[in-house]
């Protein structure tokens, strides 16, 4: 029953920009930490980006300052705004949410991913 697709993704030149959007469903949407995690060929998954229930933000060193997390708690959505992007970006973007409990995961749910290609 829960859902999380992502939508977005897609081959942009170096310099350009992307927005990735992803719409969860059968989850309460607003109690739920949201984050984009990046995974790259021969490379471990790291996190992007993450943001909060109540909207505290944070990103990876790579990132800062030309990607932006957002969430749409009226519309279950979390969006990625990339921009100035550079061939190192270029990965498999997928879509988290995740409840804690006393600092202890409780639910942790994925999304299938979207590819992001970076040409230079």
């Known amino acids: 029953q829960v859902q999380l697709v992502e939508s977005g993704g897609g081959l942009v030149q170096a310099g350009g920009s992307l927005n990735l959007s992803c719409a969860a469903s059968?989850?309460?949407?607003?109690?739920?930490?949201m984050a984009w995690y990046r995974q790259a060929p021969g490379k471990q998954r790291e996190l992007v980006a993450a943001i909060t229930s109540g909207g505290t933000t944070n990103y990876a060193d790579s990132v800062k300052g030309r990607f932006t997390i957002s969430r749409d708690n009226t519309k279950n959505t979390v969006y990625l705004k990339m921009n100035t992007l550079n061939p190192e970006d270029t990965a498999v973007y997928s879509c988290?949410?995740?409840?804690?409990?006393?600092?202890?995961?409780?639910?942790?749910?994925w999304g299938q991913g979207t590819q992001v290609t970076v040409s230079s």
């Open positions: 059968g989850i309460i949407f607003s109690i739920y930490a």
């Open positions: 988290n949410a995740r409840r804690t409990v006393l600092a202890t995961t409780r639910s942790d749910y």
